[in-house]
């Protein structure tokens, strides 16, 4: 078997879509369908990552109803692994760096998400991954007392640290620029070090929201391209990458793969995050497969950090989502950074 494996993304059924968007919900089933059917030289994905909130999987899911999920699972030849907690307020959760009240409803989510996690890993469908968390508040929110906030914030991250690890499994948080306290490298990486715990408290890279933390939005103090940059120039593109990928690898728990055009988009409870597009797209500004192996192996060889890969395509329309290519040219992006970064088991 090749490793890493796999993985298409449940996520972007439901991020940034419902109430108040354009776009509907897609539940699980639509997902898994789109999974199934995406084939690239005869081979598909092994997997699909989840977001624990309904209408994908109920983060109050009762033991039958993981059971009945790890059956469909392995009934249409998928395994799971990273999981995505709804820490958000809208979602039962609260921001991480607010109140008493918010700091225990965002703990509560991820208890109730590792513990999910550690069931499907016990009915042998999720041999792999992390729980997946952000702080649950905005830049804004951060800015009102950046210090005060920050010390809430790995606070908490501690606790939720803690929680996993009485579970046995590992929190990533999502290097995402619309995330107070993480809305940057600089700042992440602060976040990160400040929690104190590697390899159970650590970060996932994507590789469409991570590419944003170079350009500063939301943090123009920490942006490593310079200004006006021509994207033409690849020799500085690539050392300002590296520089990136140098800063925040040794904390890598998990990773996405994904293309991004340079700009941000804003959609649902998303402000100003990397606009995902599709692989292929003219307007993409990453060489996916060299980007992902500053992440994942450096210096040619392989570090073996994680088991799977996840494509992330959040806020794509369902136009898009519906097309069969969409799920073939991800596959085909999928499968060059497996060719560049991985290995034989």
């Known amino acids: 078997m090749t490793s890493p494996r796999l993985h298409n993304a449940s996520w972007p059924g439901l991020v940034g879509k419902g109430p108040g968007t354009p776009e509907p919900f897609f539940d699980l089933d ?12 005869g081979k598909g994905f092994d997997g699909l990552d989840l977001f624990l909130a309904a209408p994908l ?81 905005s830049v804004a929110e951060y800015l009102e007392d950046p210090a005060g906030k920050t010390k809430t914030l790995i606070a908490t991250f501690r606790e939720a640290a803690t929680i996993a690890e009485g579970f046995g499994e590992k929190l990533a948080a999502e290097g995402e620029i619309c995330w107070g306290g993480m809305q940057s490298w600089k700042k992440m990486l602060g976040t990160l070090e400040g929690v104190g715990k590697p390899g159970v408290f650590g970060m996932q890279v994507d590789l469409a929201h991570t590419m944003l933390y170079m350009l500063g ?97 959040c806020m794509f329309t369902n136009e898009v989502m519906e097309k069969p290519e969409t799920w073939n040219s991800i596959l085909k992006a999928m499968k060059s950074v497996q060719a560049v970064c991985g290995w034989d088991e």
């Open 30 to 41: 639509t997902m898994i369908k789109f999974t199934v059917a995406a084939r690239v030289d």
């Open 217 to 313: 939005y939301n943090a123009p103090e920490d942006r490593i391209l310079p200004e006006n940059f021509d994207w033409s120039d690849q020799a500085t593109f690539r050392a300002c990458y590296r520089q990136l990928a140098d800063a925040l690898r040794p904390w890598l728990l998990d990773f996405h793969v994904a293309q991004n055009d340079g700009t941000v988009k804003g959609q649902g409870s998303h402000d100003k995050t990397g606009r995902h597009c599709l692989p292929d797209d003219p307007n993409g500004k990453l060489d996916v497969a060299w980007c992902a192996q500053q992440w994942l192996a450096p210096d040619g060889v392989p570090t073996k950090a994680v088991k799977h890969l996840c494509w992330d395509g």
């Open 57 to 137: 999987v109920d983060i109050d899911s009762s033991d039958d109803d993981l059971k009945r999920l790890a059956e469909k699972l392995q009934a249409n030849g998928l395994v799971t692994g990273s999981f995505v907690a709804p820490v958000w307020g809208g979602t039962g959760g609260g921001s991480a760096m607010g109140g008493e009240e918010d700091r225990a409803k965002f703990l509560v989510q991820v208890r109730k998400a590792c513990r999910i996690a550690q069931k499907l890993g016990e009915l042998g469908v999720r041999p792999d991954g992390v729980v997946r968390v952000d702080s649950s508040a």
